[in-house]
């Protein structure tokens, strides 16, 4: 599966690129059909602590499915679609 990652308004560290990666191609032991994964990392325009948003967009046959969480920190969020992602996934297995 090959990762895109896109951030707006800041510059991922490679630890963060990292970590991504690995919870990211675990999704594959759910559903092995995902052509590509495209990931957007955003800090939102807020006073609140809960600014950093993951989107997490799986390119799979039929209907794409798109994740979107935001949380205090980019790892929680990714941690957050990655869980919905992963129901998502069995589900659409499940029903091919």
């Known amino acids: 599966m090959k990762i895109k990652v896109q951030s707006m308004g800041l510059t991922p560290h490679a630890p963060l690129e990292e970590y991504l990666e690995k919870k990211l191609s675990k999704l594959e032991t759910f559903y092995d059909k995902i052509h590509g994964c495209q990931v957007y990392l ?22 794409d499915i798109v994740v979107k969480k935001t949380t205090a920190s980019f790892e929680e969020s990714v941690d957050l679609c ?5 129901k998502l996934l069995i589900k659409k297995k499940e029903m091919a």
């Not at 006073?47 to 967009?57: G, L, P, S, Y």
């Not at 990655?82 to 992963?86: D, H, Y």
């Open 42 to 63: 955003k800090v939102e325009n807020t006073a609140d602590k809960e600014n950093k948003t993951a989107e997490i967009k799986l390119e799979v046959p039929g209907d």
């Open 82 to 86: 990655v869980e919905t992602a992963k």
